[in-house]
Structures are given as structure tokens and as C-alpha cells.
């Protein structure tokens, strides 16, 4: 199946269950897709003891996963395009939900 997750909070908790369930389903051979819109492009900063996101993120890239993130939302933070955290467009957004079996938001 083809999934296509869009996180757009900046809760903790959320983001965090959000990249443990993209997980779970590449570990079912799911081809999954995160966009980051609003504050989701935020979700490095949440990291903590507690909710180990960036690693989870990590772990998604490394099997196969693919993030992208809302340009706009970026730039209006004035973060940086980085690997974590790439920099794209409301097109690919428009791409991953045309192509997606599935979406889902947290």
C-alpha cells in the first residue's frame, strides 16, 4: 500500500505517534510519505527523553521513507532546508495524495 502521512502539530506526543506509526507501516512494506506543513516543519525541536523524535525520523529515512517539508512553513521560521526537514512545495503535496492508497494526518 501506498500511505501518505501529513503532520502538521506541534504536539509532542502527536508528532511522535505520527513517526512511530509511518514506521510500523514501512516494517509492513508500506510505501509511506510524511509531508510537514505548519507547525510540523517544528518537529525537530520537539525532540526529548520522552518522545524521541528525531530518531524516529531517522530510522524512517533509513528504511526507506521520504519526508518533505512545506517550503513556506519553513521559510515563515525561518529554518533551513536540510535533510530532515527538505524544503518543498505544495505540488508535491498535491503528488503524494494523487499517488497515495491512504492519508492520514496527525
Known amino acids: 500500500m501506498k500511505l501518505g502521512i501529513i503532520i502538521y ?13 509511518a514506521n ?20 525537530e525541536s520537539l525532540d526529548s527523553e520522552q518522545f524521541d523524535i ?22 515563515l521560521r525561518k529554518f533551513e532546508n536540510s535533510e530532515m526537514c527538505p524544503i518543498s512545495t505544495m505540488e508535491d503535496l498535491y503528488n503524494i495524495v494523487s499517488e497515495s492508497d491512504k492519508m492520514l494526518s496527525f
Open 24 to 43: 510500523f507501516a514501512l516494517k509492513n512494506k508500506d510505501t509511506v510519505k510524511i509531508f510537514l506543513l505548519a507547525k510540523g516543519v517544528e518537529y
Open 9 to 21: 502539530s506541534n504536539d509532542k506526543e502527536i508528532v511522535w505517534n505520527g513517526f512511530r506509526f
Open 54 to 75: 528525531v530518531e524516529q525520523a531517522r530510522y524512517f529515512m533509513k528504511n526507506g521513507g521520504i519526508i518533505f517539508a512545506c517550503g513556506t512553513c519553513v521559510k
